[in-house]
C-alpha cells in the first residue's frame, strides 16, 4: 500500500522567518522523491527533485532520511510569495501508478 | 517551454449528462495523465497513458474513460456524469519511456478544468 503523510497545516510563519515541514511515506521500495508547490486554484509545478544526498536551490533545501522514510523541505527568509500548499511527491519508479501525491501542506506568511 | 492546454477553465453540467474534458500538451510527450483533486483527498489518478492508443487505470477508474487517438491529446469522459464527480480535474504529461510505461521526469499539469455536476 502506498502512502505518504503530510502535515496539512496551515503553517503561518512572519515573513522573513525558516520553515520546515516533512513528508512521511510508508512503501521502503519507493525512489524517486519529489516537493511540488500549488497555489490557490491554480495547478501544481515542480519546485524541486529530492536527491539522496540532499539538494538546494536558492532559499529551498530538500533532504531526503531513507532510514526514517522522510523528506523535507526547508525555506529560509521566506517571502510573502512563498504562500502556497507543497505538495510531497513520491514514486516507486515504473509506471504512473506507482507515483503517490501528498495532500499538501499549506503555507501563509504572514507580513 | 512546456504547455499543458485544457479544453475549459470551468464547467457546469447536469447528472447524466456525457462530458468530454480534453488536453493537449505540445511538447511531443509519450505519458499523459489524468487526476482529479478534492479537499482532503488531495489528487488522484483517474486514467494514465504512455502511448498513442494505450490507456491504463488509475486509483479510482470507475465512472470515467479516456481515449487518446493522437499523441498530443487526451481525452477524458465522463459518460453518464454524477454530483459526487463534481472535483477539479487536471491533466498532465511527461517524457517517458518511449511507450515502455517508464518515466521519472516532472510532470507538468494543466491549469485545470473546475467541474460542475448539478
Known amino acids: 500500500r502506498k502512502e505518504v503523510e503530510q502535515d496539512p497545516g496551515p503553517f503561518n510563519v512572519p515573513e522573513g522567518a525558516t520553515v520546515a515541514f516533512n513528508c512521511t511515506y510508508s512503501n521502503s521500495a519507493s525512489q524517486s522523491f519529489f516537493w511540488y508547490r500549488q497555489d490557490c486554484r491554480k495547478e501544481p509545478k515542480l519546485l524541486m527533485s529530492v536527491y539522496s544526498s540532499g539538494n538546494e536551490d536558492g532559499r529551498f533545501t530538500a533532504q531526503l532520511n531513507r532510514a526514517s522514510q522522510y523528506i523535507s523541505l526547508l525555506i529560509r527568509d521566506s517571502k510573502l510569495s512563498d504562500s502556497a500548499t507543497y505538495l510531497c511527491v513520491v514514486s516507486l519508479g515504473g509506471g504512473a501508478d506507482g507515483l503517490t501525491f501528498g495532500k499538501g501542506t499549506h503555507l501563509i506568511i504572514q507580513p | 517551454d512546456v504547455k499543458v492546454t485544457q479544453s475549459s477553465r470551468y464547467l457546469v453540467k447536469r447528472t447524466g449528462e456525457k462530458v468530454f474534458l480534453e488536453c493537449v500538451q505540445d511538447?511531443?510527450?509519450?505519458?499523459m495523465f489524468w487526476y482529479r483533486q478534492d479537499p482532503g483527498l488531495g489528487l488522484r489518478l483517474i486514467y494514465f497513458s504512455y502511448d498513442v492508443k494505450m490507456k491504463e487505470k488509475g486509483d479510482i477508474p470507475e465512472g470515467y474513460s479516456v481515449s487518446r487517438e493522437k499523441k498530443e491529446r487526451f481525452s477524458l469522459i465522463l459518460e453518464s456524469a454524477s454530483t459526487n464527480q463534481t472535483s477539479m480535474y487536471l491533466c498532465?504529461?511527461?517524457?517517458?519511456?518511449?511507450?515502455?510505461?517508464?518515466?521519472?521526469?516532472?510532470?507538468?499539469f494543466g491549469p485545470g478544468t473546475r467541474l460542475t455536476v448539478l
Open positions: 511538447m511531443d510527450h509519450e505519458n
Open positions: 498532465a504529461s511527461t517524457p517517458g519511456g518511449g511507450g515502455s510505461r517508464l518515466f521519472t521526469d516532472t510532470q507538468y
